[in-house]
């Protein structure tokens, strides 16, 4: 989606904003007139992105924050409807990779990680934000996913995992919520640029993937007060929607 929507008045949550495709949205949210509640684990990068967004005439509140802090998230959903009574948009990107090792050669304490940040996180993480997206006249959530859900490639097990459950509650949600003006779908972003990816494929060269401010542009749209899909993938490398099927 390549048209830029009009986010003035509008609170934007945005996990993993200290860098990579978070970073890049919460800016461009930001540009787009939202105001920006920028999770991340990373101060020094939070402040970097302030600093951005508020040389750009934006407004940003900066939330230094684990997902693995469960109690910390149920705070961050009763701060939200204190100051602002309501959520606009919820953009679900904070992620971990784990290692790319045979299944069995996977440590425990890593698989728990995995699982802990990336699937009981984001269920935390909506479980907080679903009642103040469904106070907005148009909730829209974005749940940032991969490729490797469904591609299930070796040596992928932990985050192909993480990533299929994550979609499963997004789906769910999406279903739970149809009816309503809250619309929630699912993008995967494909090959990108990030230190996430650098780690998976070390022996790649980065300068044949597309940059994160570019796969950010992509998905803004799905902000969109005007958007009427939901429970859909968005494939940035093809531009358009994918939709699930049973297995045949």
């Given amino acids: 989606m390549t048209e830029t929507p009009d986010l003035s008045g509008r609170v934007a949550l945005v996990t993993g904003a200290s860098r990579g495709i978070g970073y890049h949205l919460a800016k461009q949210m930001a540009a787009a007139g939202a105001h920006v509640i920028a999770v991340a684990r990373t101060v020094g990068g939070l402040e970097e992105l302030d600093d951005e967004i508020k040389a750009a005439g934006g407004s940003a509140t900066l939330v230094p924050l684990d997902l693995t802090d469960m109690a910390g998230i149920d705070r961050l959903g009763g701060s939200i409807h204190q100051r602002w009574g309501k959520l606009d948009i919820l953009v679900a990107n904070a992620g971990v990779l784990g290692v790319i090792a045979p299944i069995g050669h996977v440590e425990a304490k890593v698989f728990d990680k995995v699982m802990a940040v990336n699937v009981t996180g984001t269920w935390r993480l909506i479980r907080s934000v679903d009642p103040l997206l469904r106070l907005s006249d148009a909730g829209r959530a974005i749940v940032i996913s991969s490729g490797a859900a469904h ?83 968005w494939n940035v490398r093809k531009g358009g929607w994918t939709d699930y099927r049973q297995p045949e």
């Avoid at 699912?186 to 640029?193: F, K, M, N, S, W």
């Fill in 151 to 233: 591609s299930a490639r070796a040596f992928w097990a932990p985050y192909a995992a993480s990533k299929a459950a994550v979609e499963a509650l997004a789906r769910s949600w999406a279903d739970e919520t149809k009816n309503m003006a809250l619309r929630v779908n699912i993008v995967d972003p494909g090959a990108t640029r990030t230190a996430m990816r650098a780690q998976a494929m070390p022996g790649e060269n980065p300068d044949t993937l597309p940059v994160p401010a570019d796969v950010a542009a992509s998905i803004l749209g799905l902000a969109a007060s005007s958007l009427t899909d939901t429970g859909r993938i």
